[in-house]
């Protein structure tokens, strides 16, 4: 039976590699009991078996052949062969990681779960939106080109500014003054304190809460400003939304009036500015006419050079004469010697006037100054009475256009959603929440794992 077993069992460690890993032990338990009963076999048969049959059973496996038989060839040595690596078992690190994962993330997550399923009140939305628009018909400013420059009416900056004053403290309090904020989102304390406000709360604190229940978009490429308001109330929600459009169309307005009114003012000041610089030039030239007595100089200039001209031709027609009586008389004809005096005459008058062009004389009636001198003077009044006319017209251009835009609205809010009722609550958006506390948990709970676990392998 020994033999046997022992065949049985070499048979199935050649046929099997995978399993001899597993019955190394029950192999060497049986190798023990079969060398066991060979040793006693061969006691108690004392040789007696033939020769015949050991050399028969021999072949098949060795060993005694019965009880009678004589003692056999020995075992074969059974090979112990160990694995490759011991099989993975749970360990002390492992429990404690799996500890802290139920710790520090499955609780937490079924808590956040459990009160925003149970215990969160359901929020309702209302959506407006508008922008800033300015006049888009033609007027006086658009006639006028660039004098519209000055009247203040670019709406570039108020999308921005209106994007500031909605979340200000001063919009905050104008609104509690029509609705009882503090008390509309208190009103769940006790039961929802993570959605709610404290009922003590001071204005910073409602200002805090302000920024959680109204959410602003606004667009700097268009001006478009998207406002979304949260509220445990439908109709509280879309009132606080219109509340919210009454306040920025009031703020615009304001701006509006406080443009309108400084471009106004303004243009007063430029156009008394210009009145004044026109008065002082024509003061001027007018204290240059009364100084010189010359109303032009350039018609004085052109009456002197008609003078001029006038003794030309005189002194001319004269040296015309006076050759012709030298033809035909001698040099001290009465006739000739007159000829001659007119022409000396006018020689001498005609250098008296080119002198007084440019020489200062002290005749009565005539110039103290020369005429270059009075001619630079002259242009400069005349240059500056040019300038401050045109300056005078420029600034009556814009004090009309200020008037004429002061007496309509150029700025005025356009809005283009009205506040929104909701039927539905879409607030808190619970399972957008619970992924986004799961993720921050579990990022967490990593980071602390990969800590402790470089922290423990370098120590």
Do not use: C
Not at 164 to 191: G, M, N, P, R
Not at 276 to 291: H, M, N, Q, S, V
């Amino acid at each position: 039976m020994a033999l046997h077993r022992d065949n049985a069992l070499t048979n199935q460690e050649k046929g099997s590699s995978g399993q001899m890993d597993q019955s190394v032990q029950p192999n060497k338990a049986k190798a023990a009991q079969n060398r066991a009963g060979a040793g006693q076999g061969a006691g108690q048969g004392g040789g007696q078996g033939p020769k015949k049959n050991n050399a028969q059973n021999k072949p098949q496996g060795g060993g005694p052949a019965g009880k009678g038989g004589g003692g056999g060839p020995r075992q074969p040595a059974v090979v112990q062969v160990r694995p490759i690596a011991e099989p993975a078992t749970m360990r002390r690190r492992h429990w404690g990681l799996l500890f802290s994962f139920l710790i520090l993330v499955l609780l937490p997550l079924a808590g956040a779960g459990f009160y925003l399923w149970t215990i969160a009140e359901d929020q309702y939305s209302s959506i407006t939106g508008f922008t800033v628009r300015g006049e888009e018909s033609g007027g006086a400013s658009d006639i006028l080109g660039s004098v519209a420059q000055f009247t203040g009416s670019s709406t570039n900056s108020d999308g921005n500014v209106l994007n500031a004053f909605i979340k200000s403290q001063e919009i905050v309090e104008a609104i509690q003054a029509d609705v009882d904020l503090k008390t509309h989102y208190s009103q769940y304390w006790d039961t929802d304190p993570v959605f709610s406000l404290w009922p003590d709360a001071s204005i910073e604190d409602l200002l805090w809460y302000w920024e959680r229940v109204v959410r602003i978009s606004f667009d700097e490429g268009s001006g478009l400003i998207d406002v979304q308001v949260l509220a445990f109330d439908p109709d509280m929600a879309t009132r606080i939304a219109e509340l919210i459009v009454d306040k920025s169309q009031s703020r615009v307005n304001d701006l509006n009036t406080q443009a309108r009114t400084d471009a106004t003012r303004y243009a007063n000041e430029d156009f008394d500015a210009a009145i004044a610089r026109l008065k002082e030039a024509r003061e001027g030239l007018t204290g240059f006419r009364t100084r010189t007595q010359i109303v032009d100089p350039e018609t004085d200039i052109q009456g002197r050079m008609g003078v001029m001209n006038n003794l030309q031709q005189q002194l001319a027609e004269t040296q015309v004469e006076h050759d012709l009586l030298l033809a035909t008389t001698n040099e001290t004809d009465l006739r000739v010697i007159q000829a001659q005096r007119r022409i000396d005459v006018i020689r001498d008058r005609i250098a008296a006037e080119r002198a007084a062009f440019a020489n200062i004389s002290d005749e009565v009636g005539a110039l103290v100054e020369d005429y270059p001198s009075l001619i630079a003077e002259f242009e400069s009044l005349t240059v500056d009475l040019e300038v401050a006319e045109e300056t005078y017209r420029a600034s009556l251009t814009a004090l009309d256009v200020a008037r004429s835009n002061a007496s309509r609205q150029s700025r005025y809010l356009a809005t283009y959603i009205k506040p929104t009722l909701a039927e539905a609550s879409e607030f808190p958006q619970r399972f957008v929440l619970i992924g986004l506390i799961a993720l921050f948990l579990m990022l967490a709970w990593s980071v602390m794992a990969l800590v402790y676990y470089s922290i423990r392998d370098r120590s």
